[in-house]
Protein backbone atom coordinates (compact mmCIF):
# COMPACT_ATOMS: atom_id res chain seq x y z
CA UNK A 1 0.00 0.00 0.00
CA UNK A 2 1.35 3.29 -0.85
CA UNK A 3 2.30 5.72 2.03
CA UNK A 4 -0.04 8.68 1.95
CA UNK A 5 1.21 11.78 0.86
CA UNK A 6 1.50 14.90 3.05
CA UNK A 7 2.57 18.32 1.11
CA UNK A 8 5.72 19.74 1.77
CA UNK A 9 6.30 23.27 3.31
CA UNK A 10 9.41 23.40 1.30
CA UNK A 11 9.67 25.53 -1.39
CA UNK A 12 12.93 25.48 -3.71
CA UNK A 13 14.02 29.29 -4.36
CA UNK A 14 15.74 28.09 -7.29
CA UNK A 15 12.93 25.88 -9.77
CA UNK A 16 13.78 22.97 -11.61
CA UNK A 17 12.90 23.43 -15.08
CA UNK A 18 11.11 20.94 -17.60
CA UNK A 19 12.62 21.23 -21.01
CA UNK A 20 9.60 20.34 -22.98
CA UNK A 21 7.37 23.21 -21.71
CA UNK A 22 9.61 25.76 -20.06
CA UNK A 23 7.81 24.99 -16.81
CA UNK A 24 9.62 25.72 -13.43
CA UNK A 25 8.88 23.29 -10.91
CA UNK A 26 9.47 24.40 -7.24
CA UNK A 27 7.63 21.61 -4.91
CA UNK A 28 7.64 18.04 -4.70
CA UNK A 29 4.16 18.39 -5.15
CA UNK A 30 4.46 20.57 -8.27
CA UNK A 31 6.70 17.73 -9.67
CA UNK A 32 4.45 14.94 -9.21
CA UNK A 33 1.30 16.64 -10.75
CA UNK A 34 3.14 17.89 -14.39
CA UNK A 35 4.03 14.20 -14.13
CA UNK A 36 0.67 12.88 -14.13
CA UNK A 37 -0.82 15.36 -16.35
CA UNK A 38 1.99 15.63 -18.86
CA UNK A 39 2.84 11.83 -20.01
CA UNK A 40 2.54 12.81 -23.33
CA UNK A 41 5.45 14.96 -23.00
CA UNK A 42 8.01 13.16 -20.96
CA UNK A 43 10.71 12.04 -22.71
CA UNK A 44 14.37 9.66 -21.62
CA UNK A 45 15.45 13.23 -20.41
CA UNK A 46 13.61 12.92 -17.90
CA UNK A 47 15.97 10.52 -16.63
CA UNK A 48 18.33 13.83 -15.27
CA UNK A 49 21.28 13.13 -12.70
CA UNK A 50 20.19 17.13 -12.15
CA UNK A 51 16.84 16.70 -11.03
CA UNK A 52 17.82 13.89 -8.58
CA UNK A 53 20.35 16.84 -7.04
CA UNK A 54 18.19 19.18 -6.98
CA UNK A 55 15.29 17.32 -5.40
CA UNK A 56 18.29 16.79 -3.11
CA UNK A 57 19.44 19.98 -2.51
CA UNK A 58 15.86 22.10 -3.28
CA UNK A 59 13.62 20.10 -1.27
CA UNK A 60 15.65 17.88 1.25
CA UNK A 61 14.27 14.89 -0.56
CA UNK A 62 17.80 13.00 0.11
CA UNK A 63 16.10 9.41 0.52
CA UNK A 64 14.27 10.30 -3.23
CA UNK A 65 17.53 11.54 -4.83
CA UNK A 66 19.25 8.44 -3.81
CA UNK A 67 16.68 5.95 -4.89
CA UNK A 68 16.82 7.87 -8.15
CA UNK A 69 20.03 7.76 -8.75
CA UNK A 70 20.46 4.09 -8.25
CA UNK A 71 17.83 3.90 -10.57
CA UNK A 72 19.91 5.79 -12.97
CA UNK A 73 22.76 3.53 -12.38
CA UNK A 74 20.89 0.09 -13.20
CA UNK A 75 19.64 2.07 -16.52
CA UNK A 76 16.15 1.20 -15.96
CA UNK A 77 13.26 2.49 -18.31
CA UNK A 78 11.27 6.12 -18.20
CA UNK A 79 8.29 4.37 -17.25
CA UNK A 80 9.86 2.89 -14.15
CA UNK A 81 11.57 6.48 -13.43
CA UNK A 82 8.94 8.40 -13.35
CA UNK A 83 6.83 5.29 -11.16
CA UNK A 84 9.64 5.21 -8.99
CA UNK A 85 9.00 9.18 -8.21
CA UNK A 86 5.64 8.91 -7.92
CA UNK A 87 5.48 6.51 -5.75
CA UNK A 88 8.21 7.06 -3.31
CA UNK A 89 6.92 10.81 -2.87
CA UNK A 90 3.30 8.94 -1.79
CA UNK A 91 1.63 11.02 -4.74
CA UNK A 92 -0.07 8.61 -6.65
CA UNK A 93 -2.22 5.13 -5.54
CA UNK A 94 -2.02 2.08 -7.24
CA UNK A 95 -4.16 2.90 -9.94
CA UNK A 96 -2.54 5.61 -11.20
CA UNK A 97 0.82 4.36 -10.76
CA UNK A 98 -0.23 1.28 -12.93
CA UNK A 99 -1.77 3.85 -15.44
CA UNK A 100 1.39 6.07 -15.77
CA UNK A 101 3.50 2.85 -16.39
CA UNK A 102 1.46 1.48 -18.91
CA UNK A 103 1.07 4.53 -20.62
CA UNK A 104 4.75 5.54 -21.05
CA UNK A 105 5.52 2.04 -21.64
CA UNK A 106 2.96 1.97 -25.10
CA UNK A 107 5.30 5.39 -25.70
CA UNK A 108 8.16 3.29 -25.50
CA UNK A 109 6.93 0.50 -27.94
CA UNK A 110 7.01 2.95 -30.27
CA UNK A 111 9.32 4.86 -32.82
CA UNK A 112 10.88 7.90 -31.90
CA UNK A 113 8.79 9.78 -35.12
CA UNK A 114 5.61 8.19 -33.53
CA UNK A 115 6.28 9.13 -30.30
CA UNK A 116 6.89 12.56 -31.62
CA UNK A 117 3.22 12.35 -33.21
CA UNK A 118 1.70 10.87 -30.44
CA UNK A 119 2.48 13.87 -28.45
CA UNK A 120 1.21 16.50 -30.90
CA UNK A 121 -2.03 13.97 -31.06
CA UNK A 122 -2.32 14.21 -27.22
CA UNK A 123 -1.56 18.32 -27.60
CA UNK A 124 -4.48 18.54 -30.33
CA UNK A 125 -6.52 16.26 -27.94
CA UNK A 126 -6.20 18.64 -25.08
CA UNK A 127 -7.40 21.47 -27.00
CA UNK A 128 -3.28 22.69 -27.54
CA UNK A 129 -3.91 23.58 -31.44
CA UNK A 130 -1.38 26.04 -32.31
CA UNK A 131 1.39 24.23 -30.31
CA UNK A 132 -0.24 20.73 -32.15
CA UNK A 133 0.17 22.45 -35.30
CA UNK A 134 3.97 23.59 -35.11
CA UNK A 135 4.88 20.27 -34.08
CA UNK A 136 3.15 18.38 -36.98
CA UNK A 137 4.79 21.52 -39.10
CA UNK A 138 7.96 20.67 -37.87
CA UNK A 139 6.87 16.59 -38.14
CA UNK A 140 6.51 17.12 -41.52
CA UNK A 141 9.50 19.31 -42.43
CA UNK A 142 12.55 17.37 -40.89
CA UNK A 143 11.02 13.99 -40.90
CA UNK A 144 9.71 14.05 -44.61
CA UNK A 145 11.67 11.21 -46.10
CA UNK A 146 11.18 8.97 -42.90
CA UNK A 147 7.41 9.53 -43.44
CA UNK A 148 5.68 6.50 -45.09
CA UNK A 149 2.14 7.47 -46.89
CA UNK A 150 -0.27 6.60 -43.86
CA UNK A 151 1.45 8.26 -41.07
CA UNK A 152 1.92 11.24 -43.17
CA UNK A 153 -1.47 11.24 -44.40
CA UNK A 154 -2.52 11.31 -40.79
CA UNK A 155 0.08 14.17 -39.91
CA UNK A 156 -1.98 16.36 -42.59
CA UNK A 157 -5.47 15.08 -41.05
CA UNK A 158 -5.01 15.76 -37.83
CA UNK A 159 -3.19 19.60 -38.68
CA UNK A 160 -6.56 19.78 -40.45
CA UNK A 161 -8.73 19.46 -37.29
CA UNK A 162 -6.88 21.74 -35.61
CA UNK A 163 -7.27 24.06 -37.99
CA UNK A 164 -10.88 23.60 -37.96
CA UNK A 165 -11.26 23.97 -34.60
CA UNK A 166 -9.61 27.49 -34.92
CA UNK A 167 -12.04 27.86 -37.77
CA UNK A 168 -8.82 28.68 -40.34
CA UNK A 169 -10.95 26.95 -42.94
CA UNK A 170 -8.64 27.90 -46.17
CA UNK A 171 -6.05 26.47 -43.77
CA UNK A 172 -8.07 22.99 -42.83
CA UNK A 173 -9.07 22.59 -46.61
CA UNK A 174 -5.19 22.73 -47.67
CA UNK A 175 -4.22 19.98 -44.59
CA UNK A 176 -7.08 17.90 -45.64
CA UNK A 177 -6.71 18.26 -49.54
CA UNK A 178 -2.94 17.23 -48.58
CA UNK A 179 -4.12 13.68 -46.35
CA UNK A 180 -6.22 12.81 -49.34
CA UNK A 181 -3.66 13.16 -52.14
CA UNK A 182 -1.09 11.01 -49.89
CA UNK A 183 -3.56 9.04 -48.41
CA UNK A 184 -6.69 8.62 -50.54
CA UNK A 185 -8.69 8.50 -46.86
CA UNK A 186 -12.57 9.07 -47.24
CA UNK A 187 -12.61 10.91 -44.30
CA UNK A 188 -9.90 13.37 -45.53
CA UNK A 189 -12.02 14.24 -48.53
CA UNK A 190 -15.09 14.37 -46.85
CA UNK A 191 -13.38 16.82 -44.12
CA UNK A 192 -11.87 18.82 -47.37
CA UNK A 193 -15.36 19.36 -48.58
CA UNK A 194 -16.56 20.36 -45.96
CA UNK A 195 -14.13 22.98 -45.16
CA UNK A 196 -14.37 24.55 -48.45
CA UNK A 197 -18.23 24.64 -47.99
CA UNK A 198 -17.31 26.52 -44.10
CA UNK A 199 -14.83 28.73 -45.81
CA UNK A 200 -17.46 29.84 -48.50
CA UNK A 201 -19.82 30.47 -45.26
CA UNK A 202 -17.36 32.04 -42.91
CA UNK A 203 -18.32 35.60 -43.30
CA UNK A 204 -21.89 34.75 -42.67
CA UNK A 205 -22.14 32.70 -39.54
CA UNK A 206 -17.91 33.14 -38.17
CA UNK A 207 -19.24 35.01 -34.92
CA UNK A 208 -22.34 35.90 -32.77
CA UNK A 209 -20.61 39.57 -34.41
CA UNK A 210 -21.79 38.89 -37.42
CA UNK A 211 -25.27 38.29 -36.81
CA UNK A 212 -25.46 41.90 -35.62
CA UNK A 213 -23.49 42.93 -38.65
CA UNK A 214 -25.62 41.09 -41.02
CA UNK A 215 -28.94 43.13 -39.50
CA UNK A 216 -27.32 46.24 -40.18
CA UNK A 217 -26.50 44.90 -44.06
CA UNK A 218 -30.28 44.13 -44.10
CA UNK A 219 -29.41 40.37 -44.59
CA UNK A 220 -32.40 37.90 -43.49
CA UNK A 221 -32.25 35.89 -40.93
CA UNK A 222 -32.66 32.77 -42.81
CA UNK A 223 -29.01 33.35 -44.22
CA UNK A 224 -27.57 32.72 -40.84
CA UNK A 225 -26.78 29.47 -39.88
CA UNK A 226 -29.14 27.04 -37.31
CA UNK A 227 -27.50 26.52 -34.16
CA UNK A 228 -28.04 23.00 -34.19
CA UNK A 229 -26.56 22.42 -37.98
CA UNK A 230 -23.54 24.86 -36.37
CA UNK A 231 -22.77 22.44 -33.76
CA UNK A 232 -23.29 19.07 -36.46
CA UNK A 233 -20.72 20.36 -38.28
CA UNK A 234 -18.10 21.34 -35.45
CA UNK A 235 -18.61 17.87 -34.50
CA UNK A 236 -17.94 16.54 -37.53
CA UNK A 237 -14.55 18.70 -37.37
CA UNK A 238 -13.67 17.84 -33.88
CA UNK A 239 -10.95 15.37 -33.52
CA UNK A 240 -12.42 11.77 -32.37
CA UNK A 241 -10.18 11.76 -29.01
CA UNK A 242 -9.97 8.23 -28.79
CA UNK A 243 -9.89 7.52 -32.40
CA UNK A 244 -6.61 9.81 -32.78
CA UNK A 245 -4.65 8.12 -29.87
CA UNK A 246 -5.63 4.14 -31.16
CA UNK A 247 -5.62 4.58 -34.91
CA UNK A 248 -3.26 6.54 -37.20
CA UNK A 249 -5.67 7.90 -39.29
CA UNK A 250 -8.79 9.66 -37.32
Known amino acids: MNQVMICSPITAKQP ?16 CFYLTTHLFLIEDDIKDPQLCKWLSLELKENYLSEQLLDLLRKKVSTALFVKSILELSGYSDEAELNYVEDELRKMEQKSPLERKKMRMDKMAQTRRYVAAIRGYEQLLRVHEVQLDEELAGSICHNMGCCYA ?60 PDSEKLKSVLDDLTINCRGMYTREIV
Open 16 to 31: YRMKSTSTNIYTIEEL
Open 165 to 224: NLFLFENAKKAFSAAYRVSKADKSRELMELSERMQKEERVWKSEGQKILSSKLNLKPEKL
